[in-house]
């Protein structure tokens, strides 16, 4: 199984991998705030808040071309407003919407790129996000990974019969094949399911989910919080007072 | 000496009609290690899932004095850990401590105590380590006894290990076989894999067609009934 490029970056061991969870979901919330309402997008404002995602990927040692290029998956998104907003005639906040979707992004990444997801979704819990939609989160990540190992056997199995990925018709047969495979995976994962609920059960489930309780937060974690919403509060006073 | 499980005349039929149990007798006496046997879909995995109410079908089953009804499941689950045959099935919690602690916890313990429990778990199998990682970064051994680690922190009275050497190396088949003998707890073993039942079984019963056809040491079932790997085999199979 191949993992994710965002998986293998989250298992590092940088000074910012390892503040707590909960510390980083609520300066990266800070950040986000402190980016959209900042009302003014002035040059200086930007390479202010710039700053301070550089500064993190930098604290997360992630590799900068990675996350800048792997932040630019908003740009079709951010791009269609963008335009619009241009063609209406307003070309400075055409450039700020630009400008805090991509920010956003790359904030986004930093945390995502310092925390293991089931770390971020404990982080979540913690500061009471509901936790059905968390558990929901959790299993459906747990088992992206077993349905596609699934998915990549039924290919390696295809592919030692004959199978060429490349060689692919669009025509009604392939669609039948296509549509067996995507039945015989909906199959297995629905087995799946029925099989965890098992385990569970098994496991003295009867339908509430406990979990540990979160670690307290360490004097480092404390700092960090502080520093990092201090900056933002900073820079977006900063930004308003001369924007 | 009373039975740690006493099965008498048990039945299962499957919904697709598929008569999977037709009468089961079957004893497992503190302290004992009883491999089952049998070819595929002879009812072993469908026999074991009545040992904690995972099925339930016609008959009787008792579990430590515990006839099991849907009223005493929560209890009679605390008494039987099963080890199922695919870890990732059993592993669903975001970290490895987590999952072990999954049954503590569902069990009524507090964190801390579920926390104790899981992390002594976790050192009996010999994954300390491991304690923070996601499931899904192990390797297939150490996915076994993380799932291992899962069902011993529920502290149960009885084991039951569902084809507990499947993904496992030589040297897993090895480790699992002295950490197996460590453990104080009855123990019921579904296994294809006749040198490991013989390393660590007592006894075993033999299953066909849902039913116990035989029982005894598992070198006397292996002989009665041709029961061994491909290299040991006679050539004519008795029937």
Redesign the interface.
């Known amino acids: ?1 191949h ?1 994710a490029t965002l998986d293998q970056w989250a ?1 590092g061991s940088s000074a910012l991998h390892r503040r707590d969870a909960r510390v980083k979901w609520l300066v990266l919330v800070a950040y986000l705030a402190a980016l959209s309402a900042t009302r003014s997008l002035f040059p200086m404002c930007v390479l202010g808040f710039a700053a301070l995602a550089a500064g993190a990927i930098r604290l997360g040692r992630l590799p900068f071309a990675g996350v800048l290029a792997r932040a630019g998956v908003v740009a079709p998104f951010a791009g269609v407003i963008t335009l619009f907003t241009w063609l209406g005639g307003e070309g400075g906040r055409a450039l700020a919407v630009l400008v805090r979707s991509y920010l956003s992004a790359v904030a986004v990444l930093v945390l995502v790129g310092t925390t ?4 971020l ?2 982080g979540l819990t913690s500061l009471g996000v509901p936790r059905f939609l968390v558990l929901v989160v ?2 459906l990540y ?2 992206l ?2 349905l596609s190992e699934q998915a990549q056997h039924m290919r390696l199995a295809a592919a030692s019969r004959g199978w060429q990925a490349g060689r692919w018709r669009p025509d009604p047969a392939g669609f039948r094949a296509a549509a067996g495979v995507a039945a015989a995976l909906f199959l297995s994962s629905q087995a ?1 399911a029925q ?2 609920h ?9 339908g509430r989910l ?4 979160p670690p307290a937060l360490s004097i480092a974690d404390l700092w960090f919080l502080a520093a990092g919403v201090g900056a933002c509060a900073g820079l977006w006073l900063a930004a308003n007072l001369f924007g | 000496m009373q039975a740690l499980i006493q099965v008498r005349n048990l039945r299962f039929r499957y919904e697709d009609g598929t008569l999977a149990l037709d009468g089961v007798d079957f004893d497992l006496y503190p302290g004992e290690t009883v491999a089952l046997l049998g070819p595929n879909g002879s009812g072993k995995t469908t026999f074991v899932l009545h040992l904690n109410g995972l099925l339930s079908g016609e008959g009787q089953v008792i579990v430590c004095g515990l006839e099991v009804t849907k009223r005493n499941l929560a209890e009679v689950r605390r008494k039987v850990g099963l080890l199922f045959q695919d870890p990732d099935e059993q592993l669903f919690m975001p970290t490895v401590l987590q999952d072990v602690a999954f049954g503590p916890l569902s069990q009524g313990c507090t964190p801390e105590q579920a926390q104790a429990r899981a992390r002594a778990a976790l050192a009996q199998v010999g994954l300390v380590d491991a304690a923070g990682k996601a499931p899904y970064h192990l390797s297939a051994g150490e996915k076994r006894r993380a799932a291992l680690a899962g069902v011993l922190a529920g502290q149960p009275e009885i084991l039951v290990l569902d084809e507990p050497t499947t993904y496992l190396d030589p040297w897993g088949q090895t480790d699992l076989i002295t950490l197996l003998g460590s453990l104080p707890q009855a123990k019921i073993i579904v296994t294809h894999d006749v040198l490991f039942a013989a390393a660590v079984a007592d006894r075993a019963a033999f299953f066909q067609k849902g039913r116990i056809i035989a029982q005894g040491s598992v070198a006397d079932i292996q002989r009665r009934f041709g029961w061994a790997p491909p290299a040991a085999r006679p050539a004519n199979r008795p029937d």
Request: positive net charge; hydrophobic residues 50%.
């Open positions: 199984m993992h298992r293991p997801l089931p770390t979704l404990s959790q299993f747990r088992y990974f077993v799946k099989a965890v098992r385990a569970m059960l098994a496991r003295g489930f009867q406990v979990t540990l309780a």
